[in-house]
T-cell receptor
Framework: DAGITQSPRHKVTETGTPVTLRCHQTENHRYMYWYRQDPGHGLRLIHYSYGVKDTDKGEVSDGYSVSRSKTEDFLLTLESATSSQTSVYFC?????????????FGPGTRLTVL | GENVEQHPSTLSVQEGDSAVIKCTYSDSASNYFPWYKQELGKRPQLIIDIRSNVGEKKDQRIAVTLNKTAKHFSLHITETQPEDSAVYFCAALKAAGNKLTFGGGTRVLVKP
């Protein structure tokens, strides 16, 4: 499992509330990613990080922010959750030191926004 | 940016037969092509990958082929078994790139 954990694994929240999802890795990999997976849309990149305090946007970043203050933790925040953000969220790490290849995924977080 | 198209979207095969999934990519600078298998309710798992300096790679019953000229790569599963039933995703990465681009997925059903 490449030493990746996600918390919480399941969450139900209400529209307008803030939500933070955590991805934790134990192997000091440089690159970390947040994806969402929805039926009919496959895996879509939200944000990624290429080092502590170094982050960039993916293809579906609106409504999401991220932070990485330590190598091992990458946080995804929904400032004000909406029903369209109901999804399964996967964190991933790249075991490559120089780029994004050889990615391994965490177990996922199922988020429901009512 | 890169665009990856995956076909077919669903594939039903008889146990023991072969399955082939094809992906095309748009950016000739892409040089890394992984395949992921995702079982129902589970995380995507990396099952095989290929880099642009080789044309084919095998691992037991699965193989991936790459045609750089035509910009397509394919996953081949031989002697399919019920446990091969899953959704399979291809992806592509540009050289020194930071982001994988995924195909839309293929749902494979192996009928006993």
């Amino acid at each position: 499992d490449a030493g990746i954990t996600q918390s919480p694994r399941h969450k139900v929240t209400e529209t307008g509330t803030p939500v933070t999802l955590r991805c934790h890795q134990t192997e000091n990999h440089r690159y970390m990613y947040w994806y969402r997976q929805d039926p009919g849309h496959g895996l879509r990149l939200i944000h990624y990080s290429y080092g502590v305090k170094d982050t960039d946007k993916g293809e579906v970043s609106d409504g999401y922010s991220v932070s990485r203050s330590k190598t091992e933790d990458f946080l995804l925040t929904l400032e004000s959750a909406t029903s369209s953000q109901t999804s399964v969220y996967f964190c991933a790490i790249s075991t490559s030191s120089g780029n994004a290849d050889t990615q391994y995924f965490g177990p996922g977080t199922r988020l429901t926004v009512l | 940016g890169e665009n990856v198209e995956q076909h077919p979207s669903t594939l039903s095969v008889q146990e023991g037969d072969s399955a082939v999934i094809k992906c095309t990519y748009s950016d000739s600078a892409s040089n890394y092509f992984p395949w992921y298998k995702q079982e129902l309710g589970k995380r995507p798992q990396l099952i095989i990958d290929i880099r642009s300096n080789v044309g084919e790679k095998k691992d037991q019953r699965i193989a991936v082929t790459l045609n750089k000229t035509a910009k397509h790569f394919s996953l081949h599963i031989t002697e399919t078994q019920p446990e091969d039933s899953a959704v399979y995703f291809c992806a592509a990465l540009k050289a020194a790139g930071n982001k994988l681009t995924f195909g839309g997925g293929t749902r494979v059903l192996v009928k006993p």
